[in-house]
């Protein structure tokens, strides 16, 4: 029984044992991700929104900012954002990173890219 109080306490100690300042503030996201989303835009209650659909799996709504360094191209040129209509199909290019807000709110946009633009 005194062995087994012992190799659960050396357990329970080496847990203890965290390197210094290795808090979440001194962590890292590697900067040359890219990750695409694609959606349609939507703009509900002033918030910028791509709808993703998916099949056989629940739809879902994420939130993004347009940022001074995000690129936004239509039909191969680069235009201002005003230019985007609801409905819009978008490819949203971001590091990655979604905080967990409601609704979820992508990270860090570098680029939005129009596919398909909506049918009037």
Known sequence: MANILFAALSLVSSFSKDSPNTDIKSLEIEKNSEYILSGTYTNVNNLLGLSVSNTDTEDYFYTFDVEPVTKIVKEGNEVDFGSINEGDKLKVTYDGSVSLVYPPKLNH?????????EEK
Do not use: D
């Open 109 to 117: 946009v570098t680029k939005i890219e129009v596919v398909e633009n």
